[in-house]
């Protein structure tokens, strides 16, 4: 039932459908709730309850208290009623995971990028782990709601096809990665940026009965961010998942890479900072950094990482500003956008020390907003976030109500 979500429908089909979005977001939930906020009558909005537990997509909990009398049925949805594919494609991991409707990760694949894997390789491995997957875990293709795959943008996505872009590998220009994964599979496949896929498995892993209103920040190479708006991805043709990174916290600053003056990612991106680092040491300034390595531009941010956690002044200061640096930028988007919730992630974003200067700034900075009670909380551990994101884009595609959303 779920793959006749899309399309032209019956009135009755979009009924059931927003009914399953409501179950989704609010289960474990009563008929009496969702008469409440679909205006259906009761009998009516029993008929179609009953419906999808004919169809096998939600079940009753069996977690509702009696005060006397029957107990409530409290409904929620059959996770392992239908699955999904993740999956990420990076400069460093290609990640296949095996999704249930309640994303949870079931299983999951991962490759080490090199020179080595070119389009064709990845690609092949990416399909031969998906078959391998609903192989192991006894899932038939009819029972494959969809694959969904995050990449690093610019991208196109109706067209399915990777552009060219600086932190990719060679090789990965123009590719299309839908059309792939179709011929192969038969089933629906969607491709988005990283960044947006990352802001909405948060989103949807975490906090979507909480906030409407979102921004996932990645300070890592760059810096990016991924915005969500009335619980929806804020998408944008313009690809600019980047554009965090060179808003201008210093007029009078350094040189960035795109050539203007005092961009964020000047001062709060690992190239960055590594290249400050290194000024300072070969200006005189001792760190642990030079008993690490043998020569001190073989420094990579690890060592940096691992000078932190020895408490080396040097790395102390610069990740200090690095961060006080990256509060301002998050603060000047707070004062845009006016989120619930900004997050804080990134190889960088991941750094106790990093954060916790981040988020004091941004609340020095917000002072004259007494009122203003945006939470500013640090992205999960793991890093498999791009991918369930992913495949909660797939699920997306055939349940979201837009009613409701």
Request: proline letters at 2%; one cysteine or more; aromatic letters at 8%.
């Amino acid at each position: 039932m779920l793959q006749e979500f899309v399309g032209l429908m019956s009135p009755k089909m979009k009924s059931l459908k927003r009914l399953y979005y409501l179950i989704n977001k609010l289960g474990p939930v009563r008929i009496n709730t969702l008469v409440e906020l679909t205006g259906y009558k009761h009998s009516t909005c029993s008929r179609l309850v009953e419906e999808l537990v004919q169809g096998g997509l939600i079940y009753d909990s069996g977690l509702g208290e009696s005060k006397g009398g029957r107990k409530p049925a409290l409904y929620v949805i059959k996770p392992d009623s239908h699955y999904l594919i993740g999956t990420e494609i990076s400069s460093l991991f290609t990640t296949v995971l095996l999704l249930d409707l309640q994303l949870n990760i079931v299983a999951e694949h991962k490759l080490k990028m090199n020179e080595a894997c070119t389009p064709d390789y990845t690609l092949h491995f990416i399909s031969d782990r998906i078959e391998q997957l609903l192989a192991d875990h006894k899932v038939p293709h009819d029972k494959l709601l969809g694959i969904g795959v995050g990449a690093i943008g610019p991208i196109d996505r109706e067209g399915g096809t990777l552009l060219s872009h600086e932190h990719q590998l060679a090789g990965w220009e123009h590719v299309n990665v839908i059309d792939f994964l179709q011929q192969r599979f038969q089933t629906t496949v969607l491709l988005d940026n990283g960044i947006n896929l990352a802001a909405l498995g948060e989103y949807r892993s975490k906090y979507w009965k909480e906030v409407d209103n979102l921004v996932y920040t990645s300070s890592g190479v760059a810096i990016r961010c991924g915005i969500i708006l009335q619980g929806q991805v804020l998408g944008s043709k313009l690809d600019m998942d980047d554009s965090l990174g060179h808003i201008t916290v210093d007029v009078h600053g350094r040189q960035c890479s795109c050539g203007a003056y005092g961009c964020l990612e000047a001062y709060s991106s690992f190239p960055s900072v590594r290249e400050e680092i290194l000024r300072r040491i070969k200006r005189g300034n001792t760190s642990v950094l030079q008993k690490m390595v043998d020569q001190v531009d073989d420094v990579q941010f690890h060592h940096i990482l691992d000078a932190l956690d020895q408490n080396d002044p040097l790395c102390y200061d610069v990740i200090r500003d690095a961060a006080y640096y990256y509060g301002i930028g998050l603060s000047n988007l707070i004062h845009l956008l006016r989120p619930d919730m900004v997050i804080v992630g990134g190889g960088l974003g991941a750094n106790l020390t990093f954060y916790e200067i981040t988020a004091e700034t941004v609340q020095q900075r917000l002072q004259l907003y007494r009122n203003c009670n945006v939470k500013i909380v640090r992205a999960s551990t793991g890093y498999n976030v791009v991918a369930v994101g992913a495949g909660c884009m797939v699920l997306d595609y055939f349940v979201e109500d837009k009613q409701t959303a």
